[in-house]
């Protein structure tokens, strides 16, 4: 199946051929718990001996499906599959490190992760140390005997910052260091960091992977034990995806090869439109020679994403009038996707800080991230076009 084609693999990996019911899709398993024929196959499943389910917690048919085509779609051993993105994160950092520890994290990324990291983290007797994204140099000093974990995205958010993942491999090897990649923004058809030799991949499955914006799911791929000890620590934390949700994600994975290729031309159309615009002031695209990470972003990546994050002239209020006029994106969180969508960063994720504060993260008041969807360029273009001549 390896040699095949991703949207083959997409459609076809990790399900069984004859389904129950002779379905062609992977039923719902809608069930909590399930029977034990006798006392001797209660035994032999608790002696290992032989594989089923037991109880909705440790684990669904459905979801074992899901889990199957996920780790297929990322060259990993075996996948976990997780109630949202945040819960992969979390329970992943929690699984790996322990009272004393120590992580490294790039500065560059999802708020909520560094958020958690210096928060419940820090309660727990787990130091964290934050490096500026992509100095290597900074990162591996960071490092100490105690240290578990490196834990980055790639692409970063908002800024599209793109990690050299054979460097963050090496870095890990050295000092035998586990590194975890957050993945969500290149998802598996443009960037695969297994393949590189990175331990962890993780990604928001409510994004590309299930790209409706209808569900909430995580997922974090690799080694069968590593995914063992994280597994072990959702079996007690239950941040589990229900039947249903595993459904939609299995649905929505079988086009993601289709949507992603039109989402990479999406975002490279509009981000060379916005570069030649006069009223933006900068634009984030890793597929621009202008970014500073163009050159690995080539190297390593198929295709570069249909987020694009960009500042414009003007102020916060500017920023916002230019979003009020237009008229395909919605104005709401999240990415990935089939419906455009926008936000101004300093008046959604980063709204209870300051100007100053937000400055000083790299977060100015008219920076806006873009993510695309699978509307025709054209149209995009052209409303982006309009609402710019209106500020």
Do not use: W
Not at 25 to 38: E, G
Not at 69 to 93: H, P, V
Not at 277 to 284: A, E, I, T
């Amino acid at each position: 199946m390896e040699k095949q084609g991703f949207s083959t693999r997409a459609v076809h990996a990790g399900e069984a051929r004859d389904k129950a019911g002779n379905a062609v899709t992977t039923p719902i398993f809608q069930t909590a718990t399930y029977a034990f024929r006798d006392t001797h196959e209660l035994i032999e499943y608790m002696e290992g001996n032989i594989e089923r389910e037991e109880y909705g917690r440790y684990g669904n048919p459905t979801q074992r499906v899901v889990e199957r085509k996920l780790a297929a779609l990322d060259g990993g051993e075996a996948a976990l599959l997780f109630s949202t993105g945040m819960c992969a994160i979390t329970t992943t950092l929690l699984g790996m490190l322990g009272r004393g520890s120590h992580i490294v994290l790039t500065e560059d990324g999802y708020r909520r992760t560094r958020q958690f990291c210096r928060t419940l983290l820090h309660r727990l007797g787990i130091e964290c140390t934050f490096v500026e994204t992509c100095n290597y140099a900074a990162l591996e000093a960071a490092i100490r005997p105690s240290t578990r974990l490196i834990f980055s995205e790639s692409p970063t958010n908002p800024h599209l910052r793109v990690m050299d993942l054979d460097k963050l491999a090496e870095i890990g090897r050295k000092h035998n260091v586990k590194i975890a990649i957050d993945s969500t923004f290149a998802t598996p058809f443009n960037q695969r960091p297994l393949d590189f030799g990175i331990d962890l991949v993780i990604h928001s499955a409510t994004k590309y992977l299930g790209g409706h914006n209808d569900l909430l799911a995580g997922v974090v791929v690799g080694s069968h034990g590593l995914i063992s000890v994280i597994r072990d620590m959702q079996a007690m934390l239950g941040g589990i995806a229900d039947p249903h949700t595993a459904y939609l994600l299995l649905r929505g994975m079988k086009t993601l090869g289709l949507r992603i290729r039109k989402q990479n031309d999406n975002g490279m159309a509009v981000a060379r439109f916005l570069e030649g615009h006069p009223r933006v002031r900068r634009v984030y695209y890793p597929g621009l020679s202008s970014h500073p990470d163009y050159k690995i972003a080539c190297e390593q990546m198929k295709g570069f994403g249909g987020v694009v994050s960009f500042e414009i002239d003007g102020d916060l209020q500017a920023a916002s009038t230019f979003i009020d006029r237009l008229q395909i994106p919605y104005i709401a969180p999240s990415l990935g996707g089939v419906e455009t969508l926008i936000e101004q960063p300093a008046l959604m994720s980063y709204y209870e800080m300051t100007s100053e504060e937000r400055a000083a993260i790299g977060i100015s008041d008219e920076l806006i991230r873009l993510s695309l969807g699978v509307e025709d360029a054209d149209d995009l273009i052209a409303d982006l076009d309009q609402a710019l001549s209106g500020i």
